[in-house]
């Protein structure tokens, strides 16, 4: 197995494995590894049914749990991440944000596999919230440090949100409920067990203020660390294929689905791993 570097900033592509033969323990450790590292790995050219594409799941990790979307019939922890050439309204994956961060124990990381891929367009970026942290002055990592940011699937999923009602338009089955409107909190900025890195852990999709802040203080933080977190200097973008599989750390990155390819159908199973508590 052989890591070549997607940018200078974090991301590789991983060449040398056949997935969809199994992984041994010895390779799984340096995937799990490689991933601490460098937060998004690519593997190209993979060959696998839903079920192969569980197993290597489960050789990972657990399953995470999934809130709000129908999974595939028969297959409880993989969803179909579909968009048809005609459809409208909002895409999914489209804003930046952390897989499920507002939930308790939100996923460690996250497989997507490619498909079905447009031609052109439907990448999707991520960005490296461990240079987001090491980036910030002393003076603002000794506030942020201490903090507590408040996550909340309200804006996507609850009543009112983008995907609060069930769209009979949309590909993905969606049902968003009033059970996305808990708040929970976990630390602005975390340590990664595997790396002992830490990372800033925010997002625009599901922080929705920070504890202990007046809302203006809260306000002026969160966007300050919105815009910080995403300057291009820190993002890797992932331009897919049918047969491309990537991993990502959702403890250390923020992604976003580029809504690029009207006219095109674009389908990918997901599987999301269970995650600890954030600290
Ligand atoms: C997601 O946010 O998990 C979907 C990303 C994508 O479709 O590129």
């Not at 993905?172 to 595997?194: C, Y």
Request: hydrophobic letters at 35%.
């Amino acid at each position: 197995m052989k890591l070549q570097a997607l940018t200078g900033a974090f991301g590789a592509e991983v060449e040398g494995l056949n997935l969809g033969q199994g992984v041994n323990a010895r390779d799984m450790q340096l995937i799990a590894e490689a991933l601490a590292e460098k937060s998004v790995l690519v593997f190209r050219d993979q060959d696998l049914d839903i079920g192969q594409f569980e197993d290597l799941a489960t050789s990972m990790g657990e399953f995470g749990e999934t809130p709000f979307i129908t999974p595939v019939e028969g297959h409880p922890n993989v969803l179909k991440v579909l968009r048809e050439a005609d459809e409208e309204g909002p895409l999914f994956g489209s804003g930046w944000h952390s897989d499920w961060s507002f939930q308790a124990q939100p996923p460690s990381s996250t497989l997507l596999y490619g498909v079905d891929i447009p031609d052109v367009g439907g990448d999707t970026v991520f960005t490296s919230q461990y240079l987001a942290y090491e980036t910030l002055s002393d003076s603002m990592k000794s506030i942020v440090n201490d903090l507590k940011g408040i996550h909340s699937a309200e804006r996507s999923y609850g009543p009112k949100g983008t995907f609060g009602r069930p769209d009979p338009k949309a590909s993905m089955d969606i049902n968003g409920d009033a059970s996305a409107t808990v708040h929970q909190l976990h630390p602005l900025v975390r340590t990664h067990p595997v790396s002992g890195r830490k990372a800033l852990f925010v997002n625009e999709v599901y922080t929705v203020g920070v504890e202990g802040l007046a809302p203006a203080e809260s306000d002026y933080l969160l966007s300050f660390l919105f815009e910080h977190s995403k300057q291009i200097g820190f993002t890797c973008r992932v331009r897919w294929a049918r047969g491309t599989l990537t991993i990502w750390d959702n403890r250390t990155t923020q992604h976003f689905a580029i809504n690029d390819y009207a006219g095109s159908r674009r389908e990918m199973y997901r599987i999301t791993l269970a995650g600890e508590q954030p600290s």
